[in-house]
Nanobody, 128 residues
Framework: VVKLVQSGGGSVQPGGSLRLSCAAS????????MGWFRQAPGKEREAVAT???????KYADSVKGRFIISKDNAENTLYLQMNSLKPEDTGAYYC??????????????????????WGKGTLVTISS
């Protein structure tokens, strides 16, 4: 059974940093594409960062230069380091995994059903 267990998140002031973790189990982590997505209150879900099975990485324009996605295959864990956080980064963040052979750009831009498996989400609040 595929499991994605998220941790991290919380509340920080603008300009602060947070790191999200996603511990994966039940599948061959090294061969799956992974991603982080978020949904702000009253808004649609959007992709934040994706990494495909070839380790190609794509970021949403809104987080480029501030967020870093990384995948530790030895620990079966996906990370999202978030720096220089802004109030507009507030939302529920979701880790996701996909076994298909699409590229990172597809996962970033396919809004309908970008990935097969999803974590339960963790809340990030940026406020002064």
């Amino acid at each position: 059974v595929v499991k994605l267990v998220q941790s991290g998140g919380g509340s920080v002031q603008p300009g602060g940093s947070l790191r999200l973790s996603c511990a994966a189990s039940g599948f061959d982590f090294s061969t799956y594409s992974m991603g982080w997505f978020r949904q702000a209150p009253g808004k649609e879900r959007e992709a934040v960062a994706t990494i495909d099975r070839r380790n190609v990485i794509k970021y949403a324009d809104s987080v480029k230069g501030r967020f870093i996605i990384s995948k530790d295959n030895a620990e079966n864990t996906l990370y999202l380091q978030m720096n220089s956080l802004k109030p507009e980064d507030t939302g529920a963040y979701y880790c996701a995994a996909d076994s298909r052979y699409y590229g990172a750009y597809y996962y970033l831009t396919n809004l309908q059903n970008p990935m097969e498996y999803w974590g339960k989400g963790t809340l990030v609040t940026i406020s002064s």
